[in-house]
T-cell receptor, first 112, second 111 residues
């Protein structure tokens, strides 16, 4: 089984709809992250969490919210989706003492 | 100036070739450096960490030049399976684990 899982893997939604992307991990890591990736751009950080009671905005948090339900679960919500939120979304985790991050398989989101 | 800059490529090389990628970063306080590999439409996967003394893992060698704020990745004896996008990654500052990703260098290895 994969260490970091994301659901759904693909989603098409309409402008104005609320959508939630979910991430679960079995690595036992404290830190979790949400990124988006657009063609030709590097991954950009949306939100990150260093433990269940800690939520921080990243580079591009506007239009997004997150919830850290447990150490192993970190969800990303788009309250009212818009077309420029069409992107590939990745969840990642890292250990407290190591810098490298481990990514889930991604969610391809299309907003029409 | 972008925080992490890479030549987007693509680098198109024959099997068996040696190819080198470079990356520059803007934050002199950065302490952690990585190369990730990303296949098309897949998640980034850690290829190797980059240490001050340089490090090697099989056909892959990474080098760090702090004075020039420059990181390199050398791939020897390229395989078809090396075709991917290589992401240069730097941590935001020396006390943080927030990573800054370059936009990647695409490698195509042809038969």
């Amino acid at each position: 089984d994969a260490d970091v899982t994301q659901t759904p893997r693909n989603r098409i939604t309409k402008t104005g709809k609320r959508i939630m992307l979910e991430c679960s991990q079995t690595k036992g890591h404290d830190r979790m992250y949400w990124y988006r990736q657009d063609p030709g751009l590097g991954l950009r950080l949306i939100y990150y969490s260093f433990d269940v009671k800690d939520i921080n905005k990243g580079e591009i948090s506007d239009g997004y919210s997150v919830s850290r339900q447990a150490q192993a679960k970190f969800s990303l919500s788009l309250e009212s989706a818009i077309p420029n939120q069409t992107a590939l979304y990745f969840c990642a985790t890292s250990d407290l003492n190591m810098g490298e991050q481990y990514f889930g398989p991604g969610t391809r989101l299309t907003v029409t | 100036r972008k925080e992490v800059e890479q030549d987007p490529g693509p680098f198109n090389v024959p099997e068996g070739a040696t190819v080198a990628f470079n990356c520059t970063y803007s934050n002199s306080a950065s302490q952690s450096f990585f190369w990730y590999r990303q296949d098309c439409r897949k998640e980034p996967k850690l290829l190797m960490s980059v240490y001050s003394s340089g490090n090697e893992d099989g056909r892959f060698t990474a080098q760090l030049n702090r004075a020039s704020q420059y990181i390199s990745l050398l791939i020897r004896d390229s395989k078809l399976s090396d075709s991917a996008t290589y992401l240069c990654v730097v941590n935001e500052e020396d006390s943080s684990y927030k990573l800054i990703f370059g936009s990647g260098t695409r490698l195509l290895v042809r038969p």
